[in-house]
């Protein structure tokens, strides 16, 4: 993946490493996954899941998240996409925890709000170490083409259990489902991005009070 100029940051042993990289794979009997992401790169993306609606979604993170992201995806599509969505949930989730290190340095917190044309949504991230989803989305209608709605919870619940992160999801208002999906994958990526900068003030500081996450 192309990426910025790499920085100097920390991997999990506290060793400073050029650039906030990690490569993570999942092979299951439902899916076999390969995601690699860099933290601080310039939002270039190659996805490809089988699923287009999701690849596009993905894009998205990367994006405005400023975050590379390769990831390569195939599953039993021929039953249904949940495994598919879920277990790239999953891999994300661990490839961004890998990256984050011991999360010394960065800010933690982050929210954006987002809006596409009719369509707002608000997320809110805290990398706490501990797993949380709420999720408060009401779409309009069961698909976007053929990709199944109920599978955004899916992915999200994935990220958040293997990410080690709080995350609030909330579509504020829209009529056009993919307006609404588009809004909080969007907000999703830059909450990502203000939550994982790296706070030049307090870079050898865990920023917590019990002085881990």
Do not use: W
């Not at 100029?5 to 920390?10: E, L, Q």
């Not at 270039?44 to 979604?57: A, E, K």
């Not at 990256?99 to 369509?119: C, M, N, Q, T």
Request: one cysteine or more; proline letters at 3%; aromatic letters at 6%.
């Amino acid at each position: 993946m192309k990426s910025s100029k790499p920085t100097k940051s920390r991997t999990s042993r506290g060793k400073a490493v050029s650039g906030r990289r990690a490569e993570v794979s999942r092979q299951t009997k439902e899916t076999q996954i390969t995601v690699a992401v860099n933290l601080d790169g310039r939002g270039v993306s190659r996805i490809d899941t089988g699923l287009p609606f999701l690849d596009h979604m993905l894009e998205q993170v990367a994006r405005h998240g400023l975050i590379d992201i390769a990831l390569e995806a195939k599953g039993d599509l021929h039953i249904d996409a949940h495994h598919t969505v879920e277990d790239i949930g999953i891999t994300l989730g661990q490839a961004i925890a890998k990256a984050a290190g011991d999360r010394k340095g960065i800010r933690r917190y982050g929210h954006a709000y987002v809006p596409l044309d009719e369509a707002l949504s608000r997320v809110v991230i805290d990398f706490s170490g501990r797993p949380g989803l709420e999720y408060h989305v009401d779409f309009p209608r069961s698909r976007v083409g053929e990709f199944d709605v109920d599978l955004v919870h899916e992915f999200f619940q994935g990220f958040c259990n293997h990410a080690l992160t709080t995350l609030h999801v909330d579509c504020l208002r829209g009529k056009n489902a993919h307006h609404n999906a588009e809004t909080i994958f969007k907000a999703f990526g830059r909450a990502l991005r203000m939550a994982l900068e790296i706070d030049a003030r307090a870079a050898d500081i865990i920023p917590s009070t019990k002085g881990s996450l």
